[in-house]
Nanobody, 130 residues
Framework: QVQLVESGGGLVQAGGSLRLSCAAS????????MGWFRQIPGKEREFVAA????????YYADSVKDRFTISRDNAKNTMNLQMNSLKPEDTAGYYC???????????????????????WGQGTQVTVSS
């Protein structure tokens, strides 16, 4: 069984930074792409960023591109999301997730689809004040 645990959320002023972490259990972490999603109550879960199993390729939502950076350390079974220049509209619960199948998706749009992820963390709240 895979468990994902997020940490690092909190309250920050607009323009500030936060670093989210996702710790994964299980020995197959390095075989799977990972992603970050966010959700506001009453709205659908929104793609934020994804990283391939090797870390060689990363993908971002347009709304966070050039402000957020996703990374992973397969030796430590961890994934991070560095969030800079935060805006009030970034306020949401942030969830890390593991892809359903190992390897690479040649159709990269699949990384942005929450249905392509089979394991999810419990989420960490990020609140950005104006």
């Amino acid at each position: 069984q895979v468990q994902l645990v997020e940490s690092g959320g909190g309250l920050v002023q607009a323009g500030g930074s936060l670093r989210l972490s996702c710790a994964a259990s299980g020995r197959t972490f390095s075989n799977y792409a990972m992603g970050w999603f966010r959700q506001i109550p009453g709205k659908e879960r929104e793609f934020v960023a994804a990283i391939t199993w090797s870390g060689d390729s990363t993908y971002y939502a347009d709304s966070v591109k050039d402000r957020f950076t996703i990374s992973r350390d397969n030796a430590k079974n961890t994934m991070n999301l560095q969030m800079n220049s935060l805006k009030p509209e970034d306020t949401a619960g942030y969830y890390c997730a593991r892809c359903r199948t190992p390897g690479i998706y040649y159709d990269t749009s699949r990384y942005m689809d929450p249905d392509e992820y089979s394991y999810w963390g419990q989420g960490t709240q990020v609140t950005v004040s104006s």
